[in-house]
């Protein structure tokens, strides 16, 4: 396989990887130092957004807000900062506080589905049976890894539906819509500007002013772990990948983001691990191997085609 396709597999992997440590580090904030949640996305989103632009700055100096000198751009830019990454917080936190965050997780995972839908409607690129078989995989997976800590239907209805399905379709916009945007101007300047533009529509939503935390040294740690590897990291790494391998693998590559949840809650927070869940956990590891071969049967495939014209010129 090329370089390019196990770069932007491993920045993928990454990303979920280290969403899934955010996740646990907000369940662990939130439970042991009872801190404002609300509160947490705004400093999330700032602070990442803030060092993300600094980042982009060094990188690339003023080049960095060359994005701002297209009128275009600029609305692809809240387009995918509002609707992408702002709306899928919301969106899956809502989720969760009405059917808790074993529906919310299931229904988030759909987003796979909805982007092979959307490619197919609107350039009719099919998917590869092995790409729909990974799909399958990701989601029984995925039910396998919640069930462990218990899926309650029981507060499933309308409103959890709806915004379970709002978060799933959130993914797919922040996967398919800046791919344009990465290219021209780099993921990390895009990626820091939505997350800042976020951060600031967090803080007029929300006014949180106080974090109510106990703070100590584990909770500056729980915020490092959000912050910087699960955000300024995580999405960083994720959109990269993205923009490598394209956006239906990058997102059954997500799909990983459960199982470090559960392995982090498992280490750091001594949940619970059923033979259900590893289950789980091996549907979903599978996939990243039955992706590696589609890619490089993929590639093989092209390789041939350029050499059969070759022959024929």
């Known amino acids: 396989m090329e370089e390019k396709q196990w770069k ?144 309650d239907m029981s507060s499933f209805n309308e409103e959890a539906l709806f915004w379970g399905l709002v978060s799933a379709a959130s993914i797919c916009i922040y996967t398919l819509q800046p791919i344009e945007l990465l290219k021209t101007y780099g993921t990390t300047s895009v990626v820091g500007f939505a997350m800042f533009i976020c951060g600031i529509l967090s803080v007029a939503m929300f006014q949180q002013v106080e974090s109510e935390a106990i703070w100590d040294g584990m909770t500056w740690l729980g915020l490092f772990a959000i912050i910087i590897l699960g955000t300024v990291v995580s999405f960083n790494a994720y959109m990269e990948g993205v923009k490598l391998i394209g956006a239906v693998q990058g997102s059954i590559l997500s799909s990983l983001e459960p199982i470090s949840a559960a392995l982090f809650g498992w280490v750091l927070l001594g949940n619970e691990f059923t033979l259900i869940g590893i289950f789980g956990m091996i549907c979903i590891i599978a996939t990243v191997f039955i992706i590696a071969w589609d890619r490089q049967r993929q590639i093989k495939r092209e390789v041939l085609k350029k050499l059969n014209k070759e022959e024929i010129v």
């Open 8 to 151: 932007g597999m491993g920045l993928a992997i990454m990303g979920a990887l280290f969403w899934g440590l955010s996740g646990t580090s907000v369940q662990f904030l939130e439970n042991a130092k009872h801190i404002n949640v609300e509160w947490l996305l705004e400093a999330r989103l700032l602070i990442a957004g803030i060092l993300t632009i600094v980042l982009a700055y060094v990188q690339e100096g003023k080049r960095v807000f060359s994005i701002f000198k297209e009128p275009k751009d600029i609305g692809k830019l809240l387009i995918f900062g509002i609707l992408g990454i702002a709306m899928v917080q919301y969106a899956y936190f809502r989720a969760i506080a009405i059917s808790g965050v074993g529906v919310a997780t299931v229904l988030q995972y759909v987003a796979p589905t909805m982007i092979i839908i959307y490619l197919f409607l609107r350039y009719f690129k099919k998917p590869s049976i092995p790409e729909l078989f990974c799909i399958l995989l990701a989601m029984v997976g995925t039910i396998c890894i919640v069930m462990q800590e218990g899926l």
